[in-house]
């Protein structure tokens, strides 16, 4: 059974970094496109990033900079690290997967995903 699940949501404050994790099980991660997005409260679910399988990455010009995805290879793992929060970074955060992903930012692109993590940033 193919699943992705997210871990390392939590309250921070503003500056700080978190890093969350990604734990893929049911497939192998490295051959799928792998990607990250969230939805801030009252919002629509937006693309942070995807990781392919050629290990190239690419991400939206919003986050990029302080935002920067991977992926362990030996631990069937995906990772964001988040660098420098902002309140306006608190939202839902999401793991999607896919072996196609023929869009990489839109949602429909990626069959698989996990149930979510709640970053909160406060100033």
């Known amino acids: 059974q193919v699943q992705v699940v997210e871990h390392g949501g939590g309250s921070v404050q503003t500056g700080d970094s978190l890093r969350l994790s990604c734990v893929a099980s049911?497939?192998?991660?490295?051959?799928?496109?792998m990607a990250w997005f969230r939805q801030p409260p009252g919002q629509g679910r937006e693309w942070l990033g995807t990781v392919r399988p050629d290990r190239t990455t690419a991400y939206p010009g919003g986050v990029k900079g302080r935002f920067t995805i991977s992926r362990d290879d030996d631990e069937n793992t995906l990772y964001l690290q988040m660098d420098n929060l902002k309140p306006e970074d608190t939202a839902t955060y999401y793991c999607?997967?896919?072996?196609?992903?023929?869009?990489?930012?839109?949602?429909?692109?990626?069959?698989?995903w996990g149930q979510g993590t709640q970053v909160t940033v406060s100033s």
């Open positions: 999607a997967a896919d072996p196609r992903a023929l869009f990489q930012l839109y949602q429909p692109s990626y069959q698989y």
């Open positions: 049911g497939f192998t991660a490295r051959a799928y496109y």
